[in-house]
């Protein structure tokens, strides 16, 4: 497998995917080579977690505050920081490298980021790739454009691609309306969720100010994720302000770092909510935690969500989401709110109605969590394991 | 009429209580707003240390070195209560040396807020009080009671004029903007409109820019700058009773580095200047007994002395900055109901001026001047560190049993 990140050192739901889905694979006896553009101890015994690693290079590690940046350290001593697209030139060619020494049936690469070497690979082997789609480029971008080395990279894979796996309808269907990918090319395969037992009984709390405004009667209403045009945050704020103008006991908690960061300030600034909207920045562990802990609402307003794990993080801590019609997640999530990321008017209603309402939210923090509570990757599993087997098949009849 | 012709030299001497990087996580477990770490940016000890050393100490030495050696030699400062308090905690050698000046009687100390506040704007009470607090400080630390009013930021408007002259000041300072000249040049005293008793000392800013901001600029077509030099384009200007030279303390030393040579030109400018008898030196106070206003001013929108714009958008010019502001002086009466000291003076400490300056978006992206005196990387998070400190401040006062939502 072909891959940008594994947890902890992710900066989203990418890692995570990845590590549940070859966990599951694992469990259903897959060899799996796991190959990651950087160095360090995942403390992973099911898989083969690889870095690749140029000539030349000592090792490479992840830095920036979402490990949005690389750290090249050279045998001669010299340290150079490569940013992602420095990175995706070096990962395409070591990771081909490494593939020469390894032994395998398939290639399955994850997003346009390891595309590139997924090609590299089967130009030199010949071998099935298998190029699993967790986003596209008009996702990312928020829009029709977004950049045009990517779209060409991905559009080159996948008709190339001896198969493609979408993460949702909602992908399949940009595939096909971005890049004329005929449909029987592409298979929906979900994404689901490790179920964890959580404490939510626990009363300690890194969001002491909240705790203590939530005992005085407000409530909090968060969105934990990166600040890119894809998740639809300024029409979170619009409608933030139309729910504190309803109800002013309510705090928004705004979870993540990105390039929207200093606009989104400036946002809650000018529709006069400063100080309503709380901006922490990237977060992990502990406060990362505790901030869906904290809430009595998740709201994932996305433009555009592949498929989007985070209001199923959310209800493991027990916290009810509102999520946007454009994503992933809503095609295999029934108890959630549900409502289309620019109708700011129904987004304002059903935030300030639902935390109006403690039965409301009881309720479906119940429901949800019941559904919650049986999903499990098995299926997902069993039709990669297919897929793997026809390919298998195939190629060995083509020898 | 003054039979002189005189330099009113006045340095404004202040540093803010900085906010630390203060996040949600802080907010309702420690109030520590202004502690940072020494080797941080926004380290207020850091900054009184470094700045002690390179301006307030070596450009005392040569004031104090200045008055004993020209007894015509004079000058007026103001000083504010929050760098007062950082100079008893971190350098009493520094307050030693202000006290020294003023000990001379010929250094006059210009009257204004405690907490360099626009409490003027927010709160009528508030901006009283924090004025009464400064003279109490004043008074307690160099024995004197200011005459002279000025404004944080030397923000002015008729109102605050009439204000000042309410109170007993014989005058009151602001920026020499032409719009508000017209035709006049800052070279006189005035008088502001709708006053009888009270006079208006405008700043003269082409010659007291020349020093704070163009001295050390080698690109500029008069750099190098010479006292002689300097003090002849003065000899020169013509209709002329006192040029009036405002500017930061912190020009000598600070903004200006030492290696500028703008320490050889405070110490030579004084002889140059006095080579003619028809010159002298002159206090905020000494040019108002001595000359009468020629004409009155009318200043119907407020000017101060910051930026090409001369308003307060420098420090109220977005709504991050604005709601920030507002946020903070909505809670004036419930912080004052909790009777609690500490509270009430942190809640004081955040309306400093200069929190809503880092705050600043004009310019953010050119680098320039807000960019070379803010603590942090940018204005959003000035922005976020000071709105988690707001939160705690509304957290304790609820603390202490009063109901913000009330």
Not at chain 1, 356 to 361: N, P, Q, Y
Request: proline letters at 4%; glycine letters at 4%.
């Amino acid at each position: 497998m072909l891959g940008w990140e594994l947890p902890p050192h992710n900066s989203g739901g990418l890692g995570v995917a990845c590590f549940q889905l070859c966990k599951s694979l694992a469990s259903n006896k897959m060899d799996i080579d796991f190959i990651v553009p950087y160095e360090a101890d995942h403390n992973i015994d099911f898989m083969n977690v690889i870095p690749a690693i140029p000539q030349g290079v000592d090792s490479i590690l992840k830095s920036g505050i979402a490990y949005d940046s690389y750290k090249f350290i050279y045998s001669n001593g010299k340290v150079k920081d490569f940013n992602i697209i420095d990175q995706y030139h070096a990962y395409s060619f070591a990771a081909s490298k490494i593939a020469e020494t390894r032994e395998f049936d398939i290639v399955h690469a994850h997003d346009w980021l390891t595309f590139r070497a997924a090609l590299l690979i089967k130009q030199k082997t010949d071998c099935p790739i298998i190029l699993h789609v967790h986003s596209v480029e008009s996702d990312r971008s928020g829009s029709e454009d977004g950049n045009p080395m990517v779209k060409e990279i991905e559009e080159t894979a996948m008709l190339m691609a001896d198969d493609i796996i979408a993460v949702s309808n909602h992908t399949k269907n940009k595939i096909i309306s971005d890049y004329n990918i005929p449909e029987n090319k592409i298979k929906v395969v979900h994404n689901s969720i490790d179920v964890i037992t959580q404490d939510n009984n626990s009363l300690v709390n890194s969001y002491e100010f909240l705790k203590y405004m939530k005992s005085r009667g407000y409530k909090v209403v968060a969105n934990i994720g990166r600040l890119t045009v894809q998740k639809g945050l300024p029409n979170f704020l619009k409608a933030a302000r139309r729910v504190i103008d309803v109800n002013p006991k309510t705090y928004f908690l705004i979870v993540g770092s990105g390039e929207q960061y200093h606009e989104l300030v400036d946002l809650a600034a000018e529709l006069g909510i400063s100080d309503k909207v709380i901006f922490t920045e990237f977060q992990r562990g502990q406060q990362w935690r505790d901030a869906f802990k904290i809430a009595d609402l998740f709201v994932m307003p996305s433009v555009s969500e592949p498929f989007g794990l985070t209001p199923l993080e959310a209800i493991a801590f027990g916290t009810p989401s509102l999520v946007s019609k454009q994503s992933g997640v809503s095609e295999v999530f029934k108890n959630c709110l549900k409502v289309d990321f620019w109708d700011i008017d129904e987004m304002s209603n059903l935030i300030a109605s639902s935390i109006s309402s403690d039965a409301l939210l009881e309720e479906l923090s119940n429901r949800a969590y019941d559904e919650y509570r049986v999903m499990s990757w098995q299926d997902s599993t069993d039709k990669l394991m297919n897929l793997y087997r026809h390919h298998k098949t195939l190629a060995e009849a083509a020898r | 009429m003054n039979d002189k012709k005189s330099i009113v030299l006045y340095l404004h001497v202040h540093q803010p209580f900085r906010i630390r990087h203060y996040t949600v996580f802080d907010t309702a477990i420690n109030s520590d707003y202004f502690d940072s770490a020494f080797d941080s940016k926004a380290s207020n000890e850091a900054v009184l240390k470094k700045v002690t050393a390179k301006s307030y100490i070596p450009t005392n030495t040569i004031l104090l070195r200045l008055l004993n050696r020209y007894p015509e030699f004079r000058f007026s400062i103001s000083i504010t209560g929050t760098i007062l308090e950082q100079m008893e905690k971190w350098a009493p050698e520094a307050l030693r040396s202000f006290q020294e000046l003023v000990a001379t009687g010929r250094v006059e100390i210009v009257a204004e807020t405690y907490h360099h506040s626009l409490a003027f704007f927010y709160s009528m009470s508030e901006f009283e009080t924090q004025v009464q607090m400064h003279e109490d400080k004043i008074n307690q630390l160099f024995g004197i009671m200011p005459q002279v009013f000025r404004n944080t930021e030397l923000a002015y408007n008729n109102e605050l004029a009439k204000w000042a002259e309410a109170k007993g000041y014989k005058g009151i300072l602001a920026e020499g903007w032409d719009p508000v000249l017209g035709w006049r040049n800052p070279n006189f005293v005035y008088r502001p409109t709708g006053t009888e008793n009270i006079a208006l000392l405008l700043k003269n800013y082409k010659l007291s820019d020349d020093l704070a901001f163009r001295f050390s600029d080698t690109n500029w077509s008069e750099w190098p700058l010479t006292a002689s030099k300097y003090s002849h384009w003065l000899s020169e200007t013509k209709d002329v009773n006192n040029i009036n030279l405002f500017m930061d303390y912190e020009t000598f030393g600070e903004h200006q580095w030492s290696d500028s040579g703008i320490f050889d030109f405070l110490e030579h400018l004084p002889a140059e200047w006095l080579k003619n008898t028809q010159h002298d030196f002159k206090t905020v106070s000494e040019v108002i007994d001595s000359s009468p206003p020629v004409d009155e001013i009318n200043v119907e929108h407020t000017v101060t002395w910051a930026d090409t714009e001369r308003d307060l958008s420098a420090w109220l010019g977005n709504p991050m900055q604005n709601s920030a502001i507002n946020n903070l002086y909505s809670l004036t009466e419930k912080v004052h109901e909790t009777n609690d000291l500490s509270l009430i003076e942190d809640w004081r400490k955040l309306q400093t001026s200069d929190h809503f300056y880092y705050m600043c978006t004009k310019y953010f992206n050119d680098g320039d001047i807000h960019a070379y005196f803010s603590p942090y990387d940018s204005p959003y998070e000035a922005h976020m560190n000071f709105m988690n400190a707001y939160r705690d401040i509304l957290y304790r006062i609820n603390q202490k049993g009063i109901d913000t939502d009330g």
